[in-house]
C-alpha cells in the first residue's frame, strides 16, 4: 500500500548551521564539488486505509513543521521506495 511521505526543509532564507556545518566538512573528505547542503527530516505517514493528502497536509502544517521558518511538501511513496530511501 503506497506511504505518505512528508518533506520538511528549512525555509529557504533561513539560515542552516547543520547543512553549513556538513558543507565545511566535505573538503576534508576529498569532496569540493558540492556547492551547498540543507539538513531537512523525512517523516513516513502509514495511514489505516487509503493514504489520505489533505490529512497529511494537516497533520504537517499543524505538527510536523513550524510554517514560520519551514515549508514542507507531501507526497506518496510505493511501500519498497520508502525502504529503499532508508537503505
Same mark, same amino acid.
Given at each position: 500500500?503506497? !506511504?505518505? =511521505?512528508?518533506? =520538511?526543509? +528549512? *525555509?529557504? $532564507?533561513?539560515?542552516?548551521?547543520?547543512?553549513?556545518? =556538513?558543507?565545511?566538512?566535505?573538503?576534508? +573528505?576529498?569532496?569540493?564539488?558540492?556547492?551547498? =547542503?540543507?539538513?531537512?527530516?523525512? @517523516? $513516513? @505517514?502509514?495511514?489505516?486505509?487509503?493514504? &489520505?493528502?489533505? !490529512?497529511? !497536509? $494537516?497533520?504537517?502544517? *499543524?505538527?510536523?513543521?513550524?510554517?514560520?521558518?519551514?515549508?514542507?511538501?507531501?507526497?506518496?511513496?510505493?511501500? &519498497?521506495?520508502?525502504?529503499?530511501?532508508?537503505?
Amino acid at each position: 500500500m503506497p !506511504r505518505v =511521505v512528508v518533506d =520538511v526543509m +528549512l *525555509k529557504p $532564507e533561513i539560515l542552516d548551521p547543520q547543512g553549513q556545518a =556538513v558543507a565545511n566538512a566535505l573538503p576534508r +573528505l576529498g569532496v569540493n564539488d558540492v556547492a551547498s =547542503v540543507r539538513i531537512g527530516r523525512r @517523516i $513516513e @505517514i502509514d495511514f489505516t486505509g487509503e493514504p &489520505d493528502l489533505d !490529512r497529511a !497536509r $494537516e497533520i504537517a502544517d *499543524k505538527l510536523l513543521a513550524n510554517p514560520v521558518i519551514e515549508d514542507f511538501t507531501v507526497h506518496l511513496v510505493e511501500a &519498497d521506495e520508502a525502504a529503499d530511501a532508508r537503505s
